[in-house]
């Protein structure tokens, strides 16, 4: 008897710890957007890498000449990464709400999947020209990718300022105010 009323309490201890580690979590994600947390200064890369990638129309891109004006922004994804194409149609979308961004999204599938790949990208209307292909994953060299979704913000002088690994949540207008502002 008593054992039984031992393990009842210690239930219900564990419970009620429970309990508070989900009332804490939902706490905060109401009170600070958590994907304004997951924006890391970079410390790793100093500058955009001398670095090319082709197109879906086979046009070669160095990243180093990308217009200068302008913010860069860099997403690399995968077709079997479910984060990165459930995010893809949002960047999209911000792309068009950004007049001072330009948005490059990295392919990191295999060659065998390009037919997929233009697919996907025609299916959800981002311009070709935007989509890079990185067949022979050089980017996990040059830019320490740990994993994909990963977004690179670059200011307008070519330096790396901002890293995300992960998804975060591209519709959140104080992230969106602060990449119209240049992302400082």
């Keep these: 008897m008593i054992i039984s009323i031992k393990k009842i309490l210690k239930s219900c201890f564990y419970f009620?710890?429970?309990?508070?580690?989900?009332?804490?979590?939902?706490?905060s994600a109401d009170t600070m957007p958590h994907s304004i947390t997951k924006i890391k200064k970079e410390t790793q890369l100093k500058l955009i890498p001398n670095i090319s990638f082709t197109n879906l129309d086979n046009e070669i891109l160095n990243l180093t000449k990308v217009e200068?004006?302008?913010?860069?922004?860099?997403?690399f994804w995968a077709l079997w990464c479910a984060p990165c194409v459930k995010e893809m149609p949002i960047l999209q979308?911000?792309?068009?709400?950004?007049?001072?961004?330009?948005?490059?999204?990295?392919?990191?599938?295999?060659?065998?999947?390009n037919k997929k790949v233009k697919e996907f990208i025609e299916k959800i209307g981002i311009n070709k020209n935007d989509?890079?292909?990185?067949?022979?994953?050089?980017s996990n060299k040059y830019f320490l990718l740990r994993?994909?979704?990963?977004?690179?913000?670059?200011?307008?002088?070519?330096?790396?300022?901002?890293?995300?690994?992960?998804?975060?949540?591209?519709?959140?207008?104080?992230?969106?105010?602060?990449?119209?502002?240049?992302?400082?």
């Design 68 to 75: 200068k004006n302008n913010i860069l922004i860099l997403n």
């Design 16 to 27: 009620i710890i429970i309990l508070i580690m989900f009332y804490n979590i939902s706490y």
């Design 93 to 113: 979308r911000l792309s068009n709400k950004l007049n001072n961004s330009i948005i490059l999204f990295i392919n990191q599938d295999s060659s065998i999947d």
């Design 131 to 138: 989509v890079l292909t990185d067949f022979n994953m050089q």
């Design 147 to 184: 994993g994909i979704p990963t977004t690179l913000i670059i200011d307008k002088q070519g330096k790396v300022k901002w890293r995300i690994e992960g998804v975060i949540d591209w519709t959140d207008e104080n992230l969106i105010g602060w990449l119209k502002k240049g992302a400082n």
